[in-house]
C-alpha cells in the first residue's frame, strides 16, 4: 500500500499547529509582541546526516540581542524523557502520543490546557526563587513553598490542581530548579546581587526566560492577585521590576 505524503511546508504551518494560542501567562505573547520588528538570522546549522548537532538563530535589535539555541542530541535507547500533551480533546491528544512516542520517550495526557500551560510559564520564576537557596536545606523549603504558591495560581486561572502535582508541575519545576539558566539567575541573586548587576557581570549574553515572564505579568500580578498568597512570586517580581536585593524568607 503506497501513501502519498503531504507537503510538510502546508502541513507545518505554524498557524495550522496551533503555536499562536496564548494565555495572561503566555512567553509566546510578549515575544510576538517585541521582536515582531527585529532582525532574524541563522547563525548557525550544524547538523549531521542523523540530524544531530547544533542550531542557533537570533533575533537583533539596535544593541540587544536574543539567541534561541537548539541542541538536537541522539538519546539513549534506554534513557527514558517524559512529556505532556494537553488538549480539550483527549482523544487528539493521544493520537499525536502514539506517532511520537517510543519506549523511551513517552508522553502523558491532560485535558488541562490552561494548567499546563500556566505551569510552563510560572515554573520559569519559581525555579529561580529555589535557585535563590544558598543551600539544599533552604532550597528544598523554597520548593515546597513555590509548590504552594503555584497551586494558589493555577486555581486563581482555572487551572486543575491534579496538573500542578504532575509532570507538567512538580516535575518541570525540578528539572528547571535543578539546572538551567533560571536557576542560576537565582543563585546570584541569593546572594545578594541585583538583577541588573547579576545579569551584567555574570550572564551578558544569556536569556533568563523568567525576566521575560516577570515583566510581562508584573502589571497584572501585583493590581489582581492576593500579595500575601503568593510572597515569593511578588518579592521576585520586585526584584526584577525594582532592581532591587531579592528578599525573601526561608
Excluded at 503555584?150 to 508541575?169: H, P, Q, S, V
Excluded at 537565582?186 to 547579576?198: E, M, N, V
Excluded at 500575601?228 to 517580581?237: C, E, Q, S, V
Aim: aromatic share 10%.
Amino acid at each position: 500500500m503506497n501513501i502519498e505524503l503531504r507537503d510538510p511546508n502546508i502541513i507545518m504551518k505554524l498557524s495550522r499547529l496551533g503555536s499562536f494560542h496564548q494565555s495572561r501567562l503566555s512567553f509566546l505573547r510578549s515575544f510576538l509582541s517585541e521582536f515582531k520588528d527585529w532582525q532574524y538570522k541563522r547563525d548557525l546549522f550544524d547538523l549531521d546526516q542523523e540530524g544531530h548537532g547544533t542550531a542557533v538563530y537570533s533575533f537583533k535589535k539596535k544593541d540587544r540581542a536574543y539567541s534561541l539555541i537548539c541542541y538536537a542530541n541522539k538519546i539513549k535507547d534506554d534513557e527514558r524523557s517524559d512529556r505532556v500533551i494537553a488538549n480539550k480533546n483527549i482523544k487528539i491528544a493521544k493520537s499525536i502520543g502514539r506517532k511520537i512516542s517510543t519506549k523511551y520517550y513517552l508522553t502523558e495526557y491532560s485535558k488541562d490546557v490552561v494548567g499546563v500551560e500556566v505551569c510552563s510559564a510560572i515554573k520559569n520564576i519559581y525555579s529561580m526563587i529555589i535557585g535563590a537557596g544558598q543551600s539544599l536545606n533552604s532550597s528544598s523549603n523554597l520548593f515546597q513553598k513555590a509548590i504552594l504558591e503555584m497551586r494558589y495560581l493555577n486555581k486563581y486561572f482555572k487551572g486543575k490542581d491534579e496538573t500542578i502535582l504532575g509532570l507538567a508541575g512538580v516535575g518541570d519545576l525540578y528539572v528547571s530548579a535543578a539546572g538551567g539558566r533560571n536557576s542560576k539567575m537565582g543563585s546570584f541573586l541569593g546572594k545578594g546581587f541585583t538583577f541588573k548587576t547579576a545579569k551584567k557581570r555574570f550572564m551578558p549574553k544569556e536569556t533568563v526566560e523568567g525576566e521575560e515572564l516577570a515583566k510581562e505579568i508584573a502589571p497584572f500580578i501585583l493590581k489582581k492577585i492576593d500579595k500575601k498568597k503568593i510572597p515569593l512570586m511578588i518579592n521576585l517580581l520586585k526584584t526584577i521590576k525594582e532592581n532591587k536585593k531579592l528578599k525573601i524568607k526561608v
